[in-house]
């Protein structure tokens, strides 16, 4: 069993910046590939990056693909979302997620956590 705990979101005007950091507690947490996800009002939930569990392997969707970067420390069981040149369209609820297999697959992560909430304004 892996838990994960997201933070920081929040509202932040559009071209600004936010980090996320989620946090995996759990037995053998810190050897679970890692992904983003966020699901929009009335969309449905969607990739946004992913990363191997040695930190060696990264992926983005195309929408974020040069503003976003994922990165994590397993001596923190954590991992971050740079969020920058944010705009209004990346407004959602962000969820972390953690897969034993594959990074790539949505089907492959198993464990989710709460979310939090990201809001961009004009």
């Known amino acids: 069993q892996v838990q994960l705990v997201e933070s920081g979101g929040g509202l932040v005007q559009a071209g600004g910046s936010l980090r996320l950091s989620c946090v995996a507690s759990?037995?053998?947490?810190?050897?679970?590939?890692m992904g983003w996800f966020r699901q929009a009002p009335g969309k449905e939930r969607e990739f946004v990056a992913a990363?191997?569990?040695?930190?060696?392997?990264?992926s983005y969707a195309d929408s974020v693909k040069g503003r976003f970067t994922i990165s994590r420390d397993n001596a923190k069981n954590t991992v971050y979302l740079q969020m920058n040149s944010l705009k209004p369209e990346d407004t959602a609820i962000y969820y972390c997620?953690?897969?034993?297999?594959?990074?790539?697959?949505?089907?492959?992560?198993?464990?989710w956590g709460q979310g939090t909430q990201v809001t961009v304004s004009l």
């Open positions: 990363i191997s569990w040695s930190g060696g392997m990264t």
């Open positions: 997620a953690a897969s034993p297999r594959g990074y790539d697959l949505t089907t492959n992560y198993d464990y």
């Open positions: 759990g037995r053998r947490a810190i050897y679970y590939n």
